[in-house]
């Protein structure tokens, strides 16, 4: 993966007193979903919280970079679902 996306994890993941640049909970999340434009009609604040469940580890409470660039797929699917998984990221 990309060295700027991994920064873009780090950054959010470690933003506020209590940051860990290597993992990000739920609201470090749902923060990046929403600086970013993601959430939308198509993609609500339900649907990140889903999503981050959806790929974290039943007992954690943060995902790593590896689970957030599946998140990313996920949102990818969700924002647009008439397009297949391997074009949402060729272009």
Same mark, same amino acid.
């Given at each position: 993966m990309s060295h700027a996306l991994r920064d873009v994890f $780090? #950054?959010?993941a470690a933003f506020g007193r209590t940051g860990d640049p290597n993992s990000m909970d739920g &609201? =470090?999340?749902a923060k990046l979903c929403k600086d #970013? &434009? @993601?959430v939308s009609r198509k993609l609500s604040t339900v649907d990140v919280d889903l999503i981050?469940? =959806?790929v974290k580890q039943r #007992? %954690? $409470?943060k995902i790593s970079f590896e689970q957030f660039c %599946? *998140? @990313?797929t996920l949102l990818a699917e969700k924002l647009y679902p %008439? @397009? *297949?998984? &391997?074009? @949402?990221f060729c272009n």
């Open positions: $780090r #950054t959010f &609201g =470090k999340f #970013t &434009g @993601l981050f469940n =959806k #007992t %954690e $409470r %599946e *998140s @990313l %008439e @397009l *297949s998984p &391997g074009v @949402l």
